[in-house]
């Protein structure tokens, strides 16, 4: 692949993670920036750029799917930080990305489960977003 | 819990499970009654009965995350079986589920992004489904 | 399900939480209140109130199986927190646990098994139960 | 560590197998013999003669430990097959192995609950223990 | 990326496909193309002819990370065939593929390196490299 | 296994492991010293003096194969620390150590991928080692 083409993919690659992630992503590919520039550039270029492009998953779809995903991992703080704002982005509402990851107990258990909506905690709360009201839902069940 | 209560949660949860999961849910939970009868009650009762069964996320979005969830786990081909069946039955499209296993190659890398659509292709196959045609996808790329 | 049924599952749940988890798994529950009170409710339900409480193995057997699970997951240090305190509170000894720790070696690698019992330090300080004294074990081995 | 030490080390390894194990055991290490002999050695001198035969945890309590792990982690059926056999084999009845793999559903989710008791009752059925009779579970819930 | 580039990635990443894992690659790859063409094509054009075509770590050392990549993760007995085959390609030796599949013990435990040695040695059989003679390593220890 | 043997044991694992790993390893061992002595021991004395001293694969490879398996199994970080300077003591470069986790991101996803060299950029900075210039490589692709 030449100079030309690599930058081109990047570049594209960056448009799309823009729209989907917002500061989020481009801050985590930053970080790797000195240590493994090139795992940036593929998050940017691949996975951004060839992978979230492509049509046939409109963007609301493609996160459910990703929360499912990264919620089911383990240890995938970082991304789910990332990816529950992007969740916000491109139309979920906190109630929906909640009941996402509560879904995941089911097929996950109840620790990947509780560690999810724990990050989420933290976005929800950075955009003021707290506390959610689900109908029907509460602890106290009074 | 009583007698009663206990039996019309799972009654309730059947008719969830029968809606979303059509014969195949009940062929699984029917293969655990004679060893655990319990877990059969509570993937009826509790995963179907009430989880399933929350309108807070539609039944085609549940898919979503539920098929982003098992591919990402590995090891779920039973699960696998009956929710790319259940996918189809709410909704989503072959090329739609098909894109959503191919996303899981981002996150939980390749293995597991080969081994999901390897279990859609014989779901597929079974209701004369194949080939799936994606606009601008190919192999050959000539 | 109606809400009287749901209220009294919930009540019957913090039961069998009081009892085996103690404090730890309501402070658990309590930070799920804002993000997702149903993943609360159904730990506090489902997980406690059915799974928890069923007589077909006694407690202490019983977390020595989660012990087991939680320290094989891997990422589960909120989750094990509150279960070698619950392993302690149903009357498993800390070598016992610390046995069942070191155990998860054989199957799930050293990493997993480091891990674990790096977090039962934590417990076991509080409780004011370190160092422990195992008969024949000692790293110098003088 | 001399040939001797390493002969012994072997042979006492095997002693323990044989009595938690059985033929099982024996059987996964003679199917190692030609491509990993080490690794052979390695289960039989380090996880049995080592590891298992530590006497701070009884071998009943050794196997709830196990069955934990090993349904927790996914894709150890070859490891079910020969612990379920173990867990019978030193005392516990198939009522609680069962219970014990149904307490996986709560920590790491319905498909690795559900693939273990699969396991266990071809075990069962080979000792002639099916179908369980366990009070107060069935799934028609008549 | 317009459609000439997409082929030449693709051709690209097929001589090194065709390099690395010889004929097995390809039936993985063909075995994807009915159901998801683009999951085939991701897998030859990126991980091929991008990240495994990288001169940063030769093919030898590169087989050698991949080894313990799929032997850990499990559930990956498709590729683990592939590039155990891949590893002979590229110099490493039977004893060193063995040795490489042990060492997955220390890390993630007996479960995971007893499935990857038996796709090792249907992979030896096949290419007639059985029984591996490896110095001091016998399981009579006789 | 008498006293003294266990003690030989020990003695030559702990020069396997500050041969391979220098003083990161005996620091993960000291702190598991009064929860968990026998797990301290079966570092040493099995995974370094039994399973890291055989000469079949030698350290530079092997810390290959160990480079894979961490960042594979996600939650490794205490150990990936130790091993990242283990292979910097070995011989391998922050280049290759760098591209080794890269590679983690065909396999394991770009979460796994992305966890890893974030603890390397710790590893490399104490060392001095950073920025890396790896030929060819960058974020910009100016």
């Known amino acids: 692949m030449d100079r030309n083409e690599r930058n081109e993919r990047f570049e594209h690659g960056?448009?799309?993670?823009e729209r989907v992630d917002g500061e989020g992503g481009q801050r985590v590919v930053a970080s790797l920036g000195d240590v493994s520039p090139e795992l940036?550039?593929?998050?940017?270029?691949?996975?951004?750029?060839?992978?979230?492009?492509?049509?046939?998953?409109?963007?609301?779809?493609?996160?459910?799917?990703t929360?499912?995903?990264?919620?089911?991992l383990g240890g995938c703080e970082i991304e789910l930080d990332v990816h529950i704002n992007a969740a916000l982005n491109v139309g979920l509402t906190p109630?929906?990305?909640?009941?996402?990851?509560?879904?995941?107990?089911v097929?996950?258990?109840?620790?990947?489960?509780i560690?999810?909506?724990?990050?989420?905690?933290?976005?929800?709360?950075?955009?003021g977003l707290l506390?959610?009201?689900?109908?029907?839902d509460d602890l106290t069940s009074a």
Chains 1, 2, 3, 4, 5, 6 share one sequence.
């Open 14 to 17: 960056m448009k799309v993670l």
């Open 95 to 105: 109630t929906e990305i909640s009941e996402a990851l509560l879904h995941t107990a």
């Open 40 to 65: 940036g550039h593929q998050v940017v270029a691949w996975a951004f750029g060839d992978m979230y492009d492509r049509p046939q998953l409109p963007p609301r779809d493609r996160q459910l799917v």
């Open 131 to 136: 506390p959610l009201n689900i109908a029907g």
């Open 107 to 113: 097929y996950a258990g109840m620790p990947r489960a």
């Open 67 to 72: 929360l499912g995903i990264l919620a089911a």
């Open 115 to 127: 560690n999810a909506p724990l990050v989420a905690k933290r976005v929800f709360e950075e955009r």
